[in-house]
């Protein structure tokens, strides 16, 4: 079945340090990709998503590149800020259907 | 635009009462999701909903759970009787169906004492 594999955290940063969560997915066919950003009380939101391989997915200042040869959807930031710390979500979705298959989350801590 | 509502937003129970918990999607969406969080397990799908109709439920934890989605607006999740092991945060999200991307209310945090 499909799955979704991220590095584990936390990963702790200072402000201003540049930023990669990994994730890396198995699925049937070409699946669309996400991810999402928690932050502590809240529900999860959608920071950026890819729906075709070479895609680059990007939004406040962060950014993933969908990478069908590596089966990949790194997450990127050049410069974090402490209020980028929050619970980071990898996800797919396998065409045709709207349920979503969920990394177990990446915990980032940036400190000033 | 009003996102996707959930209440309570807390509830502390003891076990063995009733638990509802309701949701309102976002007007438009046809598809809607609940969710378990815990530390342990980490985001677990319970429950998926297309057009109202229940489509797959396979990720309900046992008989003391059920979901109904009456009409477009409403969902709700009970637990009957409650048990100390469901405590957990409970989301609820909605998407257009296709769309893929789904958005997520901030949750009930439940806790079963």
């Known amino acids: 079945g499909d799955s979704v594999t991220q590095m584990e955290g936390p990963v702790t940063l200072s402000e201003e340090a540049f930023l990669t969560i990994n994730c890396t997915y198995t699925a049937t066919g070409y699946p669309s990709l996400f991810w999402y950003v928690q932050y502590p009380g809240e529900g999860l939101q959608l920071l950026l998503k890819a729906t075709k391989a070479d895609d680059k997915g990007s939004n406040k200042g962060f950014e993933a590149t969908y990478r069908k040869e590596t089966t990949s959807f790194h997450l990127e930031k050049g410069s974090v800020q402490v209020s980028d710390s929050a619970v980071y979500f990898c996800?797919?979705?396998?065409?045709?259907?709207?349920?979503?298959?969920f990394g177990k989350g990446t915990m980032l801590l940036v400190s000033p | 635009d009003a996102g996707v509502i959930q209440s309570p937003r807390h509830e502390v129970t003891e076990m063995g009462q009733e638990v509802t918990l309701r949701c309102k999607p976002i007007?438009?969406?046809?598809?809607l999701f609940w969710y378990r969080q815990t530390m342990m397990r980490g985001l677990e799908l319970l429950i998926y909903f297309n057009n109202n109709v229940p489509i797959d439920d396979s990720g309900m934890p046992e008989d003391r759970f059920s979901a109904k989605m009456p009409n477009a607006s409403f969902s709700t999740l009970k637990i009957q009787p409650s048990e100390p092991r469901d405590s957990a945060v409970y989301f609820c999200a909605s998407t257009m169906e296709g769309s893929g991307a789904q958005h997520f209310g901030d949750g009930t945090r439940l806790s079963i004492l």
């Open positions: 007007s438009g969406h046809n598809s």
């Open positions: 996800a797919l979705r396998t065409s045709g259907y709207s349920t979503l298959t």
